[in-house]
C-alpha cells in the first residue's frame, strides 16, 4: 500500500458522480493498491484483504468483486491479461498521480490499444495538457514532474531511481491515437438500442443528458462483453419500468434479470399430474428403482385399494403375469 494525493476536484468531478459512491471509495483505494505504475494485481481477494482488511471478508470480496466490474465497464480501470496473469491498470493514472522517482516497475503496462482515450474518466487531472515526458538520463530535476506531497512510493523516497526504457516509452502518449479513441467510444450498436428505446418510450425525452450518456455507456460496455441486443433492450425497458432502480448502473444486473426470465419462458410446461396417480405411486415406491419381483409384491400388498385404476395408469398386463 502506498501513500497518494487526491486532488479537490475529484469530488467535483461529473465522471465521479457517475459512479454509485460506494465504489468511488473503491476506487480511491486502488490508487494505494497499485505500483507507481498505476498497474496492480486483479485479484478481487487480494485487493479485499488491502483495503477492507477488517470488514466482514465474505462481504469485502464480493463487494470488491462487483466494483471492480463496474470500474471496468465505467472506464476507470483497465483489465488485462499477459503471461497467464490478470492485471489491472487504473485509468488516466499519468494526469491524477504525478510521482517524482517513481519506484521500479513491479507489473507491465497494459497494450496501448487497451487504454482508453487519455482524458477518459479522469476526475482531478489536469486538464492544461498532457504530462510533460521525462528522460532517462536527464538529472536535472527541472526535467521531472513537480512532486505533490505524500505520493511518493514508500520504501523508495530519495532512491533517485530512474525510469525504465519501458515505462518511458509507454509514457509518451501525448496525442491521442485513434485506436484509442476507437476503443473508448461508444460504439453505433449502443447508439441504436438507445435512440430506439428513446423513440420507443416518449417520457425517455425526460431523463437528464447525461444519465442518457451513462446509458450509452453501461450499453456499450455489456455489448462488448458480448451480451445479446434484443436482451440488452429488453432490460432498457425494464429498467426504465422499475422505479426503485435510478442509476444506470444497475442495467447489468437487470439484464441478468431478463436472462433468467428468458430462459424460464423457455423450458417446456411439466405434463399434469393427477391425485390419484400420485396416490399409486407413493403405494408403489415408484420413485425408487424396484425389480419386477418388488412391484408385484406391492400391488399385492395394497390389494384391491387400487384396483380400477391400476390397469389404465400402469398397463397392468405386464404385471398380472408376474403374479400369477
Keep these: 500500500m502506498r501513500i497518494r494525493s487526491i486532488k479537490p476536484e475529484f469530488w467535483r468531478s461529473p465522471a465521479v458522480a457517475e459512479l454509485p459512491r460506494e465504489f468511488r471509495l473503491l476506487w480511491i483505494g486502488l490508487w494505494s493498491y497499485v505500483d507507481d505504475n498505476g ?9 479485499a484483504a488491502d483495503l477492507f482488511a477488517l470488514d466482514d471478508p465474505v462481504e469485502a470480496r464480493e463487494f470488491v468483486r462487483e466494483g471492480l466490474a463496474t470500474l471496468s465497464r465505467g472506464l476507470q480501470i483497465t483489465r488485462y491479461t499477459l503471461d497467464g496473469r490478470s492485471y489491472l491498470y487504473v485509468n488516466g493514472w499519468d494526469k491524477h498521480q504525478r510521482i517524482d522517482r517513481p519506484g521500479k516497475p513491479r507489473y507491465p503496462l497494459p497494450p496501448t490499444d487497451l487504454q482508453p482515450t ?28 513537480t512532486l505533490a506531497p505524500g505520493t511518493e512510493e514508500q520504501g523508495n523516497r530519495g532512491t533517485g531511481q530512474k525510469e525504465s526504457s519501458s515505462r518511458a516509452s509507454a509514457r509518451r502518449r501525448g496525442t491521442t491515437t485513434l485506436v484509442q479513441l476507437a476503443d473508448s467510444a461508444v460504439k453505433p450498436d449502443a447508439r441504436r438500442i438507445v435512440d430506439a428505446w428513446r423513440n420507443a418510450q416518449p417520457d425517455a425525452a425526460k431523463y437528464r443528458p447525461q444519465t442518457i450518456r451513462e446509458i450509452g455507456k453501461v450499453i456499450d460496455g455489456l455489448l462488448r462483453d458480448g451480451a445479446d441486443p434484443e436482451l440488452v433492450r429488453a432490460a432498457l425497458d425494464e429498467w426504465d419500468r422499475r422505479p426503485e432502480i435510478h442509476r444506470p448502473g444497475a442495467l447489468p444486473y437487470v439484464y441478468d434479470d431478463v436472462i433468467k426470465a428468458a430462459r424460464a419462458a423457455q423450458k417446456p410446461a411439466q405434463p399434469a ?30 390389494g384391491d385399494v387400487i384396483a380400477p385404476d391400476f390397469d389404465a395408469i400402469f398397463g397392468g398386463p405386464q404385471l398380472k403375469e408376474i403374479t400369477a
Design 39 to 47: 498497474v496492480g494485481i486483479d485479484d478481487y481477494r487480494l485487493i
Design 118 to 145: 487519455p482524458t477518459d474518466k479522469t476526475p482531478g487531472s489536469d486538464q492544461s495538457g498532457p504530462v510533460a515526458e521525462r528522460g532517462l538520463a536527464e538529472p536535472s530535476r527541472q526535467s521531472r514532474e
Design 273 to 302: 399430474r393427477s391425485a390419484r396417480g400420485d396416490k399409486v405411486r407413493g403405494y408403489l415406491g415408484i420413485d425408487r428403482d424396484r425389480s419386477p419381483q418388488e412391484a408385484a409384491q406391492a400391488v399385492a400388498n395394497i
